[in-house]
T-cell receptor
Framework: NAGVTQTPKFRVLKTGQSMTLLCAQDMNHEYMYWYRQDPGMGLRLIHYSVGEGTTAKGEVPDGYNVSRLKKQNFLLGLESAAPSQTSVYFC??????????FGDGTRLSIL | RKEVEQDPGPFNVPEGATVAFNCTYSNSASQSFFWYRQDCRKEPKLLMSVYSSGNEDGRFTAQLNRASQYISLLIRDSKLSDSATYLCVVPPGGSYIPTFGRGTSLIVHP
């Protein structure tokens, strides 16, 4: 019973490089979310999806893109990484108003 | 006023103490409320849902005060293992997209 799986768990990038973070859930949840967490800032919502093929912007969407081509997967892309995007990224999934289940995070450093 | 506000703490308490945190929210239409626990460098995990009638799970009690728009978490007989950050989550009324508080840090010392 995997729940929510994030890959990779750690990554170091150079400024300007691109990468994709993958989130996969096996609970058949409709809703999926990407957050970033920085010291003293709490969890901030980047993008979210309420179903396959749909995405929406959260609180801090700039510099990120997402796709939800399959219900179980939610991809977060950084087209041109910047040092300000150094953070811990959490993916979560849920049924509508029910509590979220989180992945164990991706620690991303951009030099 | 921010949508969800928490005292960041830290709350520094001895083992066995009782400690309580509050979380205020601004959207009176909010219907679902949750408390999460987050250990250092780990993912948040659901601790309790908060119902209108309150909710108790062992040493933990959650309460909702709609009139004053806050939820509370009470921890009795604190353990060293309770040391963590406690996040409140309030989905805005009419939305299923949760808003997280910044968390309250609890440190339980021997």
């Amino acid at each position: 019973n995997a729940g929510v799986t994030q890959t990779p768990k750690f990554r170091v990038l150079k400024t300007g490089q691109s990468m994709t973070l993958l989130c996969a859930q096996d609970m058949n949840h409709e809703y999926m979310y990407w957050y970033r967490q920085d010291p003293g800032m709490g969890l901030r919502l980047i993008h979210y999806s309420v179903g396959e093929g749909t995405t929406a912007k959260g609180e801090v969407p700039d510099g990120y893109n997402v796709s939800r081509l399959k219900k179980q997967n939610f991809l977060l892309g950084l087209e041109s990484a910047a040092p300000s995007q150094t953070s811990v990224y959490f993916c979560a999934s849920s049924y509508s108003s029910q509590p979220q289940h989180f992945g164990d995070g991706t620690r991303l450093s951009i030099l | 006023r921010k949508e969800v506000e928490q005292d960041p703490g830290p709350f520094n308490v001895p083992e066995g103490a009782t400690v309580a945190f509050n979380c205020t929210y601004s959207n009176s239409a909010s219907q679902s409320f949750f408390w999460y626990r987050q250990d250092c460098r780990k993912e948040p995990k659901l601790l309790m849902s908060v119902y209108s009638s309150g909710n108790e799970d062992g040493r933990f009690t959650a309460q909702l005060n709609r009139a004053s728009q806050y939820i509370s978490l009470l921890i009795r007989d604190s353990k060293l293992s309770d040391s963590a950050t406690y996040l409140c989550v309030v989905p805005p009324g009419g939305s299923y997209i949760p808003t997280f508080g910044r968390g309250t840090s609890l440190i339980v010392h021997p």
